[in-house]
Nanobody
């Protein structure tokens, strides 16, 4: 059973907006630190944004700062990534990930224990 399920990806033109969702399935991640990563064709998976659920602290990569917003909904056990002013270079498969609550937000994918299956975002120019 996949513990994290992403949704909300799609195709759109540059300048548009999308909201990705990451829902916990079969497990409660209410207290975990959550991250969004992305992987474009031929590139390494990179950190996009993170949220420490217990404190609400957030952190963003420089490439998305000011355009993307990560948030959480405790009642739905869901983390969101609101993406505005999308650019063609934002095209990638987006993944959410979780690590234990005692740890802070990390840029490194190998420090996250659980992953979703990914959702494709394609931005055309």
């Amino acid at each position: 059973q996949v513990p994290l399920v992403e949704s909300g990806g799609g195709w759109l033109q540059a300048g548009g907006s999308l909201r990705l969702s990451c829902a916990a399935s079969g497990r409660t991640f209410r207290r975990n630190t959550m991250g969004w990563f992305r992987q474009a064709p031929g590139k390494e998976r990179e950190f996009v944004a993170g949220i420490r659920w217990m404190t609400g602290n957030t952190y963003y990569s420089d490439s998305v700062k000011g355009r993307f917003t990560i948030s959480r909904d405790d009642a739905k056990n869901t983390v969101y990534l609101q993406m505005n002013s999308l650019k063609p270079e934002d095209t990638a498969v987006y993944y959410c990930a979780a690590r234990p609550a005692e740890y802070g937000i990390s840029y490194y994918q190998n420090e996250y224990d659980y992953w979703g299956q990914g959702t494709q975002v394609t931005v055309s120019s």
